[in-house]
Structures are given as C-alpha cells and as structure tokens.
C-alpha cells in the first residue's frame, strides 16, 4: 500500500497550519509535542487509511480541535 502522507509531512503541514495559517501562538514544552506529534500520526493514519480523504482538510480538522482545547 503506497503512503499518500508520512508522519513527518502531516507534522510539518501540522505546524504551519496552526503557527503560521491561523497564527495560534503556544508554548512548545513536553506535553505540547507529544500532543502534536500525536496528532500528526492521526492525520498519517486517517489519510492513509481513506482514499478520498483530501490531506490538508484532514490536517486543518485535526488543528482547529487543537486550537479550541
């Protein structure tokens, strides 16, 4: 099965999305990048689970439920 999306292209797109598209500011420690880093792997397994999954959708759900926590 090809990858549409790995793990370290969903965390980039991540982190632009959140730091730059909607220019969230947070504090980069610990508990903040597991919690990314996890829900960069959501995004890969979603993404690569699905066919008609659009990634940057995926990735723009994934960071307005980080935002609003």
């Given at each position: 099965?090809?990858?549409r999306l790995s793990r370290e292209e969903?965390?980039?797109f991540l982190l632009t999305h959140i730091v730059v598209e909607?220019?969230?500011p947070f504090e980069l420690n610990q508990a903040t990048l597991f919690?990314?880093?996890s829900l960069a792997a959501e995004a890969e397994a979603a993404v690569?689970?699905?066919d008609g999954l659009i990634p940057h959708e995926v990735i723009e759900r994934?960071?307005?439920d980080f935002?609003?926590?």
């Open positions: 099965m090809r990858r969903a965390l980039s909607r220019q969230h919690r990314i880093m690569n689970r699905e994934i960071a307005g935002i609003n926590e």
